[in-house]
């Protein structure tokens, strides 16, 4: 939980020991696309994931650990991602969006396919430059303006969009808009494209 007298916990535990972990926004990103790569086992996978998030990340360290005690880091992990998530999209242990966060069987954002909406987003509400932020920017800090964006961004405008259901517009002619600009921004037609996943 996002709290402003309590200080940002990096840290993971293993072996009773506590390890920092790099949560800059962009390394979380990084970190969950290794799900994404289905050619690689779910070993592999988690393997690599605790390889980008454990900060002072050695090898010798994580091929040390059982794969029972690699789950267990990698939990801890996605708990902290969790902590913030994205427009209340939590994630779990294979990189995937947990089932309650979907509207309609849709997600509501994607890093991949919505990156220039959030980049103009954050120029335009906070005149934050993502680009120049990367290695910085804290996922909490990133996920709570992500989440808070005002209603004047577009990426505001597409979320909302993503929400709204069309069984709950009376007007024959808001309904038709609306449908064609869920159809414009869904991102279950470009992961269809693309072949890979929509989060991250």
Do not use: C
């Given at each position: 939980?996002?709290?402003?007298?309590?200080?940002?916990?990096?840290?993971?535990?293993?072996?009773?020991?506590?390890?920092?972990?790099?949560?800059?926004?962009?390394?979380?990103m990084s970190a969950l696309e290794t799900f994404d790569d289905k050619e690689l086992s779910e070993s592999d996978r988690l393997y690599i994931f605790l390889?980008?998030?454990?900060?002072?990340?050695?090898?010798?360290?994580?091929?040390?650990?059982?794969?029972?005690?690699?789950?267990?880091?990698?939990?801890?992990?996605?708990?902290?991602?969790?902590?913030?998530?994205?427009?209340?999209?939590?994630?779990?242990?294979?990189?995937?969006?947990?089932?309650?966060?979907?509207?309609?069987?849709?997600?509501?954002?994607?890093?991949?396919?919505?990156?220039?909406?959030?980049?103009?987003?954050?120029?335009?509400?906070?005149?934050?430059?993502?680009?120049?932020?990367?290695?910085?920017?804290?996922?909490?800090?990133?996920?709570?303006?992500?989440?808070?964006?005002?209603?004047?961004?577009?990426?505001?405008?597409?979320?909302?969009i993503r929400k709204t259901k069309l069984s709950e517009i009376k007007d024959k002619d808001e309904r038709t808009r609306i449908k064609k600009l869920k159809?414009?921004?869904?991102?279950?037609?470009?992961?269809?494209?693309?072949?890979?996943?929509?989060?991250?």
């Amino acid at each position: 939980m996002f709290k402003l007298n309590d200080p940002l916990n990096d840290y993971v535990t293993i072996n009773d020991e506590e390890h920092p972990i790099y949560m800059a926004f962009d390394n979380v990103m990084s970190a969950l696309e290794t799900f994404d790569d289905k050619e690689l086992s779910e070993s592999d996978r988690l393997y690599i994931f605790l390889g980008i998030m454990l900060h002072d990340y050695d090898q010798e360290l994580i091929s040390a650990l059982d794969f029972e005690t690699q789950v267990d880091v990698g939990k801890q992990i996605i708990d902290q991602i969790n902590s913030e998530p994205i427009e209340n999209q939590p994630v779990d242990l294979n990189g995937n969006p947990m089932p309650q966060p979907k509207k309609d069987g849709e997600q509501l954002v994607s890093f991949l396919f919505d990156a220039k909406y959030i980049y103009a987003a954050f120029v335009q509400a906070y005149n934050i430059d993502l680009i120049e932020q990367q290695g910085s920017l804290h996922w909490a800090k990133f996920s709570a303006l992500l989440n808070t964006l005002p209603d004047d961004t577009l990426m505001r405008q597409i979320i909302d969009i993503r929400k709204t259901k069309l069984s709950e517009i009376k007007d024959k002619d808001e309904r038709t808009r609306i449908k064609k600009l869920k159809q414009q921004f869904s991102l279950e037609n470009k992961v269809d494209e693309e072949g890979g996943d929509m989060y991250g």
